[in-house]
């Protein structure tokens, strides 16, 4: 039974949105609709059980002084004060109410804004070593690479004087076409994986996510 | 002077009635101002239908452009749609083309409560004003009508992909069959899953333990549904050679569904009692807090094996170099083709595109997984076969070959 | 170990050195860079400069802060552009963290509006801009996919109130105005998946016309959809910022980073050159 429902559910819905999508009418949008409501209603019940799984491990952390404990501190007393600014409707703690909370926007503004930008940004430092370590002409196609590689970089680059123009064709033409061709070439296969895998999933051919009897 | 007085009352008796005549006809206004702007022909042999492959409550009109469309007296700038639901009016403004145009669709809301709504099973008529720069000179066509909007039960606007569809199902069908008969399917070698158990070896030598990212996608996501079935068998080994494994999620529906994964490889591996449910636990679903936590994960537990499965994004390479850093073997596979060069760059093997759902057949070897990953390259053939004709076909002019495959809304 | 060996085996943290050195110089010695515009962000300016008063752009400000460097000067330069113009914005959100950005970015715009300015030799006065009349802040909603297909529907299925909780049928701006067919072209500006789900279900279910604007390293992945019509322009990463800031006459952050980025990609580029040199010099020596 724990395996036959939801094997069951996972077919009857999945050729149900098969069919509704060649099914035009007013009453088969209806039902979609109604399906899109549950689907947000569902999200939202896991969003808490995965609240409440990081509590939890970070609970324990904290509990039993496992090594860098501390970071799960810091972890839930973010979530807490977050939550605590968040929903401050008719308190006014520091003014204003739930998503205007004075407290709740600085903390986005001045703490969650930059740490997040700052992340992001290790990315040119990552780009810069892998660059250095990866481009390298060690074959004819890694040399061919590399020259692909530097040519786009160079693309907007405005001190090249006269060869701006033919450097600025070449990154088109290379982004345009060989480019182009290769990720079409891979979004097909990956979209026929895709359709393999969920006809597999639906005819309940693929069940690693049921876990066992 | 009698012959003048004849003359001005043939006039007067005369020209009024045509006068009159005139304005029985459609409206056809002719102020003094606008003796510069000739009236122009109107749009001819107006049709209106009900619109295909919709939900309802919308027609569709065509028309022969007017004669004095960018021809003839060449003032026509435009066309405005009406429309009633009585033949005596009144007509109400739907829309305007401009010149040129020969066509138009009229929308309306399927609520009752806007002020757009249009009603389904309701006969509508219809005209086509021609417009000129001199809004008080116009010509109106023929009403048109009585036309109802209903919704379809079948868009056959999208017969290709239903016909593609069953054609994939039978092929997979037809694979799985003759891969439960015992036929041997070829499937090439997969030089990242193999690397999997000599990472897993490497691992349980270095006492570290392995880490697993299944990636920033949600449970629904394909990758992510490949991701499970590689976790599943990388558990089951990783049970048996009773190393620890590290499962930081992003999504709690992706966590929930790798608990129950990991759990059922223990079981399967004899080992219930290893199996601790923090080992697989959520993080958080900000992309960069997410990476945050797992490089700090990478760099404090220092795992012997770092793998990378599922869709990922912008942190692919923060992830990837902070392994690298961390002296970790990485196996990563996505189908996200921006993030592919970034993995092929740091980590040591990489599944790319259709490798990553490949995976899970090639661990495997189940016919069922088997048959259908066979369908997937015959279904690639097939696409490759009808690309190669596509180009020809349009080389020699059969533009109709295209148009087999069009897809409408 | 010579200097060719060195060349090929520099520490990373060098690199990482080096490079800040770079950005931070860049970043202080105030100096233009020349931009030289592209078709795909020309047809997005160009769009936006052909509606008229009152028409209404839908702005998805679909990233968190991580790509604010490069997506948020383009939502700055596109709406300061929209509402100069007097066109009617529609703010949404498909992403976590976006309602923080976009708030920020439209408390931003509301003092900059103020101003007198004038761009292309066109002279705009300052003026107030309203919510609710000159602009609707939807807000976010989970599951991407799910709320552009709801509002291709109604916009009142995802989101039956604005962000700051008025029912969306009292706001004057929504009223007669139900899902994309009021709307004159969607502006999606996105640093993850959101841009699939725009272009399969905005686009491909509804037809909406469809432009992008992307982190660089993503915005090259989306040519094809650019080529083959499904998205008409395309903003790829801090310099499609930079080239819609020069088109709209409007110089702001992402010009200013530019410059920080051209001599960033120099750096790259001579570190990668130095890598080669010391790799073909020892291979040579090394007789292979």
Known sequence: ??????????????????????????????????????????????????????????????????????????????????????FDYGRHIFSAEGLRNYMFVSFFDYI?????????????????????????????????????????????????????????????????????????????????????????????????????? | MKLTFLIACCVLFLGFPVAGFAQDTPEEAQPADSITTPIPAPPGNVTAWDTENDHGHSVSLSWEPSPDDG??????????????????????????????????????????????????????????????????????????????????????????????????????????????????????????????????????????????????????????????????????????????????????????????????????????????????????????????????????????TNIYMGKFYAESLILAETGALAGSIQIAGTDEIAQIPFFVVACDYTLIGEELYAASAYLGREPLLLGSLKAQDYAKAAVIILAILGVIAMNVGLDGFKDLFYISN | ????????????????????????????????????????????????????????????????????????????????????????????????NGPGMADQAIRDLTDSLRQDRTYNGVFYPGREIVNGEDYVFLGYKPYPGLVILGMGQNFRIPFPTDYYGTPLDSIPMMKGVLNYDQVKCVIDLAAGNVADMWIVYGAGRYNVPLALGMTGVMGADYYPFLNSGQVFGLMGGLLGAAQYEQLADNPGPAKDGMRIQLYAHITIILFILMGNIGFLVTRRKNGV
């Open chain 1, 112 to 213: 969650l804004i930059p740490i997040q930008a700052t992340m992001f940004s290790l990315l040119a430092f990552f780009i810069a070593s892998a660059a250095y370590r990866a481009f390298r002409a060690r074959s004819a196609l890694a040399t061919l690479l590399l020259l692909a590689a530097l040519i786009i970089m160079l693309r907007f680059n405005p001190y090249f004087g006269a060869v701006t123009p033919y450097i600025e064709k070449t990154a088109g033409w290379l982004l345009n076409v060989p480019n182009l061709a290769a990720k079409r070439a891979i979004i097909i296969g990956v979209g026929l994986g895709i359709v393999a895998t969920s006809l597999k999933v639906i005819l309940g051919i693929e069940r690693a996510y049921l876990g066992k009897d």
């Open chain 3, 1 to 96: 170990m010579n200097i060719f060996d060195r060349m090929m085996s520099f520490d990373r943290r060098w690199v990482f050195l080096f490079l800040a050195l770079v950005c931070v110089i860049t970043y202080v010695a105030k100096f233009s860079v020349p931009i030289v515009t592209t078709y795909e962000v020309e047809s997005i300016y160009n769009r936006v400069e052909s509606l008229n008063e009152g028409d209404i752009l839908f702005l998805g400000i679909d990233y968190d802060p991580n790509a604010l460097a490069e997506l948020h000067p383009m939502a700055y330069a596109i709406a300061e552009h929209a509402f100069r113009k007097k066109l009617k914005v529609l703010f949404v959100t498909l992403s976590q």
């Open chain 2, 71 to 304: 021809t003839g007296l060449g003032n026509v700038i435009g066309y405005i749609v009406f429309r009633s639901d009585s033949p005596d009016g009144p007509f109400v403004d739907r829309g305007v083309q401009p010149a040129g145009a020969s066509g138009h669709t009229d929308v309306g809301s399927k609520e009752e409560a806007s002020q757009d709504y249009m009603a389904d099973y309701v006969d509508y008529y219809y005209k086509v004003r021609a417009i000129t720069a001199d809004s008080l000179v116009f010509a109106e066509s023929v009403m048109v009508g009585p036309v109802q909007s209903y919704g379809q039960w079948f868009n056959t606007g999208r017969i290709p992909v239903l016909v593609f569809v069953l054609c994939f199902m039978a092929i997979t069908i037809f694979f799985i069959q003759k891969a439960k008969s015992g036929a041997n399917l070829f499937v090439r070698r997969l030089a990242g899953i193999e690397a999997v158990d000599e990472a897993i070896g490497r691992a349980t030598e270095m006492g570290k333990p392995i880490l697993y990212v299944l990636g920033l996608g949600t449970a629904a996501d394909i990758a992510t549904i490949a991701s499970y079935t590689i976790l599943g068998r990388v558990a089951k080994k990783i049970a048996e050679y009773q190393t620890g494994l590290i499962v930081p999620c992003y999504d709690p529906i992706t966590m929930t569904v790798a608990q129950e994964t990991v759990k059922t490889a223990y079981m399967d591996a004899g080992r219930p009692d290893a199996y601790n449910e923090d080992m697989v636990y959520f993080v958080t679903q900000s992309q960069f807090a997410y990476v945050a936590a797992v490089n700090g994960t990478m760099l404090r537990e220092r795992p012997a």
């Open chain 1, 1 to 86: 039974m724990k395996r036959q429902v939801p094997l069951a559910l996972v077919f009857i819905f999945g050729i149900f949105m098969i069919i509704q999508y060649f099914i035009p009418h007013e009453k088969s949008e209806w039902v979609y609709e109604f399906f899109l409501d549950w689907i947000y209603i569902i999200g939202i019940f896991a969003l808490a059980l995965g609240i409440w799984s990081l509590i939890r491990v970070s609970y324990d952390k904290i509990k039993y002084r496992r090594p860098n404990w501390q970071y799960a501190a810091i972890t839930l007393l973010g979530l807490f004060f977050m939550i605590l600014f968040g």
